[in-house]
């Protein structure tokens, strides 16, 4: 087996390709391999000398010895939000493309089935992890969330060998499996200090406008023919029911 020593890692993922219909899964496929290949050449990168690993909505990239660590967080990673912000501006919210993206640098090799080390597993778990679903879901019209590992962090956002600033990265806790470690996110045009990591995913429903009756979710369960309205601190606080309730045993009011 032939080692590849350590290397520079990329891997990307689509948020929300699942749950797309086949012509907008085929519009993705088509244009997150374009993408990455115009931010790459934008970085001054030569894309047909990384060895890649294709999923349909992912990639997963191990870059030649000597390629530049800055130029992939920096560069590369302007030139990617910008692409994709220019390919969603013609379309529907609910048909944006957005992005993951994590970088790594560690040992890698080539096995029977993809790539085998400890270094694309981290980057892997990195990249599915749930602080940076999150910050992907709760920063508002963005289209690319990037993690780094504390080997890239260190070496290249600490040491100033990039134009992003430390302060605009967080730094998380990454739980997966039989990984646990640390990553340092940055979503380009948003402050990632302000966003809830440890939210749910953002859906394209609208919240409710006001004085909206809720339905089930939103405080009223199928059936209940009640609804509960809140009150300022200090307020009365009205329950009104419109239906038959059977509830043997069950206590209304607000306790303090």
């Known amino acids: 087996m032939t080692v590849f020593g350590r290397r ?12 797309a219909g086949a012509l907008l899964q085929g519009q993705y496929q088509e244009a997150i391999p374009r993408l990455l290949g115009e931010a790459a050449e934008a970085a001054g990168f030569d894309r047909s000398a990384w060895e890649r690993q294709f999923a349909g909505d992912s990639e997963f990239a191990v870059l030649p010895e000597g390629a530049s660590e800055p130029a992939l967080v920096d560069t590369f990673m302007r030139a990617l939000d910008a692409g994709l912000r220019a390919f969603n501006s013609t379309r529907l919210r609910e048909a944006w493309l957005e992005l993951r993206a994590a970088v790594h640098f560690g040992s890698v090799s080539p096995g029977a089935n993809g790539f085998i080390g400890k270094a694309p597993v981290e980057i892997g778990r990195i990249l599915d992890s749930r602080p940076l679903r999150a910050a992907l879901a709760g920063a508002e019209d963005a ?19 990039t134009a992003i600033r430390v302060k605009e990265f967080r730094e998380v806790r990454i739980e997966a499996k039989e990984h646990s470690g640390r990553a340092w ?51 009365v606080v009205v329950q009104q029911f419109t239906g038959t309730v059977h509830a043997t045993g069950g206590v209304f009011g607000i306790s303090k």
């Open 8 to 19: 520079l890692l990329l891997a990307v993922d689509a948020k929300g390709y699942g749950r």
């Open 143 to 161: 289209c690319l969330a990037v993690a780094v590992s504390s080997t890239v962090f260190n070496d290249v956002v600490r040491e100033a060998y």
């Open 185 to 235: 996110i940055w979503v380009p045009g948003h402050d990632v200090h302000l966003l809830d990591l440890e939210g749910a995913e953002r859906t394209t429903a609208e919240p409710p406008g006001p004085g909206a009756e809720p339905g089930p979710g939103r405080g009223e369960g199928p059936g209940s023919g009640g609804r509960q309205e809140a009150a300022p601190a200090g307020d």
